[in-house]
């Protein structure tokens, strides 16, 4: 599966003659250089990179000797031309050097993925288990398992795992720790110190001596963005056990004063409704969670892998089921009057669908659709697009290891210190 990553490119303001060290230069003109290759629709020449830069033509071409050294680009085949000259070879990103690993704690699910440099998934594994009985220590060191599978099929390959990021879904504060997790159980949970405990994990992230945590639905809407959604606004719900989702606005994830933005399943439907996990009453969950449709659509005590349940319900609605169909309309209500507030306060015009929803979106769409045409005070002249996300169930972890790769484009000085 490739995704094309978007890199923004941010020009620093011109600094005070002299004040620019030959090492920062360098830095600069090596991201410089990078940012324009990954997001080139297609692979520039090293002539094309000068004009484009406005560096001189032996400036680019020493960074490009520099990158290729290292593994972070390569020299694409030539395009056939007809005219006389030797074809210029065109650059692009490497795809056997360094890469990310993602890894994702979901309630029913572990994930472990290799991203490489040019974007591809190399590799994706899922356990499926309840992990709510389980501690987090017992879960983190299952996790610690995968995470090593992961790096065997990575070097297997040729590749460098560069860094590890992991998905988690709950309040993740800025040092990793998991504040809570109400569908796990989890609360004041030090993530990455329970990691450390773990001696092999210093080998399966190569060292790195940070595993970033964050909240599996940022990772998610930020691999729906660079997967190509491109630079818009748009909120992406994650359908799990649980409901997540990002916010991303004009092209940046937005996070909240403290990182805790987007926690949409627990904002609540009906103030008198049922007792959620959060300890909360009518919340979305409880009316639009994996687990909530199933119990509408009767099928709460079927024998259902976490990961087939939306394709199960998808097969019934489709051979219209009329059980199913009415649990999912439900659910479609129930998140069409939920996103509408957020539409209201934030001005949207985009809904993704992602994570178990996305097999779901053509029941899922049109009681939301409804909801925010009734609700959503601008609807008439400014509708609203709703859409299955690209990636689906997948986004998080390979979120989680695209944000490792999209670290050393914005600064491939640091992992050329490294070799």
């Known amino acids: 599966m490739a995704v094309m990553w978007q890199c923004q490119e941010v020009i620093p303001t011109a600094a005070p003659a002299g004040a620019v060290r030959q090492g920062s230069l360098r830095e600069l003109n090596l991201a ?34 520099d990158l290729v050294a290292g593994r972070l680009v390569t020299e694409a ?73 992961a790096r065997a099929a990575a070097e297997a390959q040729g590749l460098i795992l560069a860094g590890a990021a992991l ?82 606005l004009d092209g940046a994830l937005y996070r909240g004063a403290r990182g805790w933005s987007g926690e949409i399943g627990h904002i609540p439907v009906r103030p008198d409704g049922p007792p959620c996990r959060c300890g909360g009453r009518g919340c979305l969950e409880r009316y639009a969670g994996q687990e909530s449709i199933l119990a509408a659509a009767g099928l709460a005590g079927a024998d259902l892998p976490a990961d087939t349940a939306p394709n199960r319900l998808a097969e019934l609605a489709g051979a219209g089921d009329a059980t199913v169909l009415h649990a999912l309309h439900e659910a479609g209500v129930a998140l069409g009057v ?10 949207l015009d985009t809904v993704v669908l992602g994570g178990g929803y996305a097999p779901l979106e053509p029941w899922l769409r049109p009681p939301m659709l409804a909801e925010i045409d009734r609700r959503v005070l601008t609807a008439a002249w400014s509708p609203v697009t709703v859409r299955p996300a690209v990636l689906g169930a997948t986004a998080a972890a390979v979120g989680a290891a695209g944000s490792v790769v999209r670290r050393i484009i914005a600064r491939p000085v640091a992992w050329l210190a490294r070799l």
């Open 167 to 248: 998905g988690v879904p709950g309040l993740v504060d800025d040092v990793g720790q998991v504040r809570l997790a109400p569908n796990l159980g989890w609360r004041d949970v030090p993530v990455p110190e329970l990691l450390a405990a773990h001696p092999p994990l210093t080998e399966v992230i190569d060292g790195v001596p940070a595993l970033v945590v964050d909240n599996e639905a940022n990772l998610a809407a930020l691999s729906e963005l660079h997967a190509g959604a491109g630079p818009g606004s748009f909120l992406h719900i994650s359908g799990e056990v649980g409901i997540g989702a990002g916010i991303v």
């Open 32 to 65: 410089l250089v990078l940012g324009r290759i990954a997001a080139a629709p297609r692979p520039p020449s090293r002539a094309a990179l000068a004009a484009e830069t406005g560096l001189t033509r032996a400036t680019v071409s020493a960074v490009v000797e």
């Open 77 to 149: 085949e030539p395009q056939p031309r007809s005219g006389a000259g030797r074809p210029a070879r065109g650059l692009v990103l490497a795809g056997d050097g360094p890469a990310g690993l993602g890894l994702e704690v979901n309630v029913d699910y572990l994930a472990a993925c290799v991203v490489d440099l040019a974007g591809e998934v190399r590799h994706h594994c899922v356990h499926r288990a309840d992990l709510r009985p389980v501690s987090p220590a017992d879960a983190l060191g299952r996790l610690v398992r995968l995470a090593a599978e």
């Open 338 to 347: 939920t996103v509408s507030s957020v539409i209201n306060l934030l001005d």
